[in-house]
């Protein structure tokens, strides 16, 4: 059964970090681009980050370049998503999901989805 496992979430301050991780079992992913989306109560769900297989392309939309960074590790078969310096705005639950393409960050592109995790943003 192939399924994507989500982890990390929580309540923190703004200004604060969290890393969230992002756990494959029944396949393997060095075979696929690996994305996180996020989305917020009402909000149509978004990408936030997308890495290649290789792990030398990755993708950030402005809201959060400069402040996200994600990264691979395919011997654990993991993908993690470190978000620092987080805003009230960055409330969400948070996807990764598991596909081909990391050029637009589009739901499309991305076959396999974890059930997410939830990070708040608040004081």
């Known amino acids: 059964q192939l399924q994507l496992v989500e982890s990390g979430g929580g309540l923190v301050q703004p200004g604060g970090s969290l890393r969230l991780s992002c756990a494959a079992s029944?396949?393997?992913?060095?075979?696929?681009?690996i994305g996180w989306f996020r989305q917020a109560p009402g909000k149509e769900r978004e990408g936030v980050s997308c890495i290649g297989r290789s792990g030398s392309g990755t993708n950030y939309p402005d809201s959060v370049k400069g402040r996200f960074t994600i990264s691979r590790d395919n011997a654990k078969n993991t993908v993690y998503l470190q978000m620092n310096s987080l805003k009230p705005e960055d409330t969400a639950i948070y996807y990764c999901?598991?596909?081909?393409?990391?050029?637009?960050?589009?739901?499309?592109?991305?076959?396999?989805w974890g059930q997410g995790t939830q990070v708040t943003v608040s004081s």
């Open positions: 999901a598991a596909g081909s393409s990391c050029l637009r960050l589009r739901r499309g592109d991305y076959d396999y």
């Open positions: 029944g396949f393997t992913l060095d075979y696929y681009t």
